[in-house]
Antibody, heavy 123, light 110 residues
């Protein structure tokens, strides 16, 4: 079964740091572009960051650039998000997602989502 | 990176068709045919319904269809069913190689 499982969320004070992890299983992880998407309580989806299979193309939303770092370890089938200088507005459920692949071609749709991990930045 | 513009809510009766619009700019929706749509039920992770403006992933009903004209993309759901109720989000790839989501539309099946 294709699966993404996030972990590492929790309560942190503003200005603090947290590292999220996403364990992938059921598919060959290395070729896929992976993403982090977040959803603040009662709000819509917000794209956070993307990383391609070789980690040579990495992109961030302006709202997190300079504070968050996305990375991956293909040997461990894992995706990470290092979050520094956390703010109250970073409070959200963070989803790990995979870009769609069909017949060896990759697309910008996210076809696999984890269950999410909750980050709360509050004093 | 402004969010794409979607109506806050739409509604329809079972069996009817509804359309949700998604308005962007020439830097996102209008730049490429890389618009996708997601369905989200309360407390659940989103589900991909449409990618590349018009394509459906395996397993998604053909009652769901997508289109685009200029900077505006649309999702149409025909033969509305109670199970279609939920939140719908559009998303687009951008000229900065980033992604952007719409604000979301709540679909109510009357």
């Amino acid at each position: 079964e294709v699966q993404l499982v996030e972990s590492g969320g929790g309560l942190v004070k503003p200005g603090g740091s947290l590292r999220l992890s996403c364990a992938a299983s059921g598919f060959t992880f290395s070729p896929y572009t992976m993403n982090w998407v977040r959803q603040a309580p009662g709000k819509g989806l917000e794209w956070v960051s993307s990383i391609n299979g070789r980690s040579n193309y990495i992109y961030y939303a302006d709202s997190v650039k300079g504070r968050f770092t996305i990375s991956r370890d293909n040997a461990k089938n894992s995706l990470y998000l290092q979050m520094n200088s956390l703010r109250a507005e970073d409070t959200a459920v963070y989803y790990c997602t995979r870009d769609l692949a069909v017949a060896g071609r990759y697309y910008y749709g996210m076809d696999v989502w984890g269950q999410g991990t909750t980050v709360t930045a509050s004093s | 990176q402004s969010a794409l513009t979607q109506p806050a809510s739409v509604s329809g009766s079972p069996g009817q068709s509804i359309t949700i619009s998604c308005i962007g700019t020439s830097s996102d929706v209008g730049a490429y045919n890389y618009v996708s749509w997601y369905q989200q039920h309360p407390g659940k992770a989103p589900k991909l319904m449409i990618y590349d403006v018009t394509s459906r992933p395996s397993g998604v009903s053909n009652r769901f269809s997508g289109s685009k004209s200029g900077n505006t993309a649309s999702l149409t759901i025909s033969g509305l069913q109670a199970a279609d109720e939920g939140d719908y989000y559009c998303s687009s790839y951008t000229t900065r190689s980033t992604r952007v989501f719409g604000g979301g539309t709540k679909l109510t099946v009357l």
